[in-house]
């Protein structure tokens, strides 16, 4: 058979050197491809689209999703209160500032134990350095230190501990009132994109996703909340206890009302178009009642003031004279 192959070679005019030569620069060829498309990397329109992914705001969760704080083990147990119900209610007053990590509680009760150390010890650690004469204070700060008695000093001890222990719960309901305060002033606007949203042609749970994105840098605020209720609604929970529980995050009577509405909206079939629609003009016209009231109240305060202000240079007016004339009869 190989025989018959070369004869029939021969005539066609290929020789064995032809055919080792024809080989060889396929050989080569192939090589050559095939390095060429593992050097070319991939397809310029994968390129691209990598490109585009890259730039496109990347969605992560950056804590959004909400812990339940678990109950405290060890030496835990000294500094965090074992009651649920006390402790429940620290993390909801720690979530409507916007403190909601997995060690939130634990991390507030150990700051206000630290702080309610640490400033006391840096005081007696002041007193004995600047007595041993390790630290020097300025002249009159070192005479007052100086002069200050054991009950001084246990009295500003005192004060210190009060400080320390309860400074970071009234910085907490300041956090809370401006929080929800950012909030209030926030989310008519958020409404509003969410309507535009939703009459564009976008879902509901779209236009949250796209709106508390939209509003990250100007509104964090309600921008996390709806992100957090977005994250949940993912993540298995169902939409009614995700926005109910946004709602009960935030603290705010607008956002209950509109997680109500829209939970009813679903529930019977309307249009979340609509639906939107009728609570913002509901909403513009709810803020147009309170300012109203507001303006309403200013005169009757004013009048407390001006009262207040006026009524000593009345007194002073009408009673003077007689005081005098009395001061001068009984003087004479």
């Known amino acids: 058979m190989f025989e018959a192959l070369a004869t029939h070679l021969q005539t066609a005019g290929l020789t064995p050197q032809m055919l080792i030569i024809l080989g060889a620069g396929i050989g080569a060829m192939l090589v050559v491809f095939g390095l060429s498309g593992t050097l070319a990397g991939r397809d310029p329109v994968l390129r691209r689209m990598a490109a585009q992914g890259r730039r496109?705001?990347?969605?992560?969760?950056?804590?959004?999703?909400?812990?339940?704080?678990?109950?405290?083990?060890?030496?835990?147990?000294?500094?965090?209160?074992?009651?649920?119900?006390q402790r429940s209610e620290v993390e909801r007053q720690l979530a409507l500032a916007g403190f909601t990590g997995p060690h939130s509680v634990r991390n507030y009760y150990l700051l206000r134990l630290g702080l309610g150390i640490v400033l006391p010890t840096?005081?007696?650690?002041?007193?004995?350095?600047?007595?041993?004469?390790?630290?020097?204070?300025?002249?009159?700060l070192d005479t007052r230190i100086g002069g200050w008695s054991q009950l001084h000093v246990f009295q500003i001890l005192s004060a210190l501990v009060a400080i320390g222990f309860f400074g970071p719960s009234i910085g907490l309901r300041s956090r809370v009132q401006e929080r929800r305060r950012a909030i209030e002033e926030s989310f008519p606007n958020a409404l509003d994109l969410i309507q535009i949203?939703?009459?564009?042609?976008?879902?509901?749970?779209?236009?949250?996703?796209?709106?508390?994105?939209?509003?990250?840098?100007?509104?964090?605020?309600?921008?996390?909340?709806?992100?957090?209720?977005?994250?949940?609604?993912?993540?298995?929970?169902?939409?009614?206890?995700?926005?109910?529980?946004?709602?009960?995050?935030?603290?705010?009577?607008?956002?209950?009302?509109?997680?109500?509405?829209?939970?009813?909206?679903?529930?019977?079939?309307?249009?979340?178009?609509?639906?939107?629609?009728?609570?913002?003009?509901?909403?513009?016209?709810?803020?147009?009642?309170?300012?109203?009231?507001?303006?309403?109240?200013l005169p009757v305060k004013m009048s407390v003031v001006m009262a207040s202000l006026?009524?000593?240079?009345?007194?002073?007016?009408?009673?003077?004279?007689?005081?005098?004339?009395?001061?001068r009869f009984f003087a004479g």
């Not at 976008?202 to 994250?231: C, H, W, Y």
């Not at 529930?267 to 913002?280: D, K, P, R, V, W």
């Not at 006026?310 to 001061?327: E, F, K, N, Q």
Request: overall charge positive; some cysteine; aromatic content about 4%.
């Open 197 to 297: 949203s939703v009459e564009a042609g976008l879902g509901f749970d779209a236009s949250m996703i796209r709106v508390g994105n939209e509003l990250e840098k100007t509104a964090p605020g309600i921008a996390e909340e709806m992100l957090a209720a977005q994250r949940e609604i993912q993540a298995g929970k169902s939409r009614d206890r995700a926005l109910l529980d946004m709602a009960a995050r935030t603290g705010v009577d607008e956002v209950t009302a509109f997680a109500n509405v829209v939970l009813q909206s679903m529930q019977f079939g309307t249009s979340i178009s609509e639906t939107l629609t009728t609570h913002a003009s509901e909403m513009r016209r709810n803020r147009e009642f309170c300012a109203q009231e507001m303006a309403n109240k």
């Open 310 to 327: 006026m009524l000593p240079a009345l007194l002073l007016l009408t009673l003077g004279p007689v005081v005098i004339r009395y001061l």
């Open 56 to 85: 496109r705001p990347m969605v992560e969760d950056r804590g959004l999703l909400r812990y339940k704080s678990a109950d405290p083990k060890g030496m835990m147990k000294t500094l965090i209160p074992a009651d649920r119900k």
């Open 122 to 140: 840096v005081l007696l650690a002041l007193i004995w350095a600047t007595r041993a004469g390790i630290v020097v204070l300025p002249q009159a």
